[in-house]
């Protein structure tokens, strides 16, 4: 198990998302037993035991060595420091959600508040204001100095009210005011949501 794609990542919890299962991990934590004593201990039919035994052994997180026609279990802890250094990992747990769109949610807030080009109306909410801005400073060309009457001009392309968005972009830090001009910050300038809620607690 050194290598763990998304589907067998899928099989191991489904394995170990059965209550037996984990209850024979756990007795088998403490010492190795037979399957007959497992049976006894979980008041199991031995069949039903050796099934779970099965199940666990694909994932190699029980061992069984052979005494005579007995066959004894255990549990196998340099599978779980393995799995613990290749699975619960944030390189590893980070890979779940590769098909998945970091910028959904931006994607859906766009998608609500705008009408092709055009801003319905402006987020109340700081979080999808934020959104709204990120989208409409992209409209503004980096290292391009704009006087206020050109920024008005290209604000009104998209929504009317030029004057507020104009101070969002400045209060936020997307865009800078100097002698009159005004000038695209680089993104990493921007304020943070954080940053903004911290700014208002003083």
Not at 90 to 115: C, F, G, H, P
Not at 132 to 140: G, N
Request: charged letters at 25%; a neutral charge.
């Amino acid at each position: 198990m050194n290598s763990i794609d998304f589907n067998t990542l899928l099989n191991f919890f489904k394995v170990l998302a059965n209550e037996s299962r984990l209850k024979l991990l756990g007795i088998l934590s403490q010492q190795e037993y037979s399957v007959e004593e497992l049976a006894a201990q979980l008041q199991l039919k031995e069949p039903t035991v050796s099934h779970h035994l099965n199940k666990l052994k694909e994932l190699e997180l029980v061992s069984m060595r052979r005494q005579g026609n007995t066959h004894f279990y255990s549990l196998n802890s340099e599978t779980l420091t393995q799995l613990n250094k290749s699975i619960f990992t944030r390189e590893q747990m980070a890979s779940w959600t590769k098909d998945i769109s970091a910028e959904a949610w931006e994607e859906k807030v766009l998608k609500n508040y705008l009408d092709g080009n055009r801003l319905t109306t402006i987020p109340a909410s700081r979080k999808k204001r934020l959104v709204v801005l990120e989208w409409l400073v992209s409209k503004f060309e980096p290292e391009v100095t704009y006087t206020e009457s050109q920024v008005n001009e290209i604000i009104s392309c998209h929504h009317s009210d030029y004057a507020t968005l104009r101070r969002e972009l400045i209060s936020y830090q997307f865009m800078e005011r100097e002698n009159g001009l005004y000038r695209r910050l680089p993104a990493s300038l921007w304020k943070t949501e954080t940053e903004i809620m911290k700014q208002k607690k003083f």
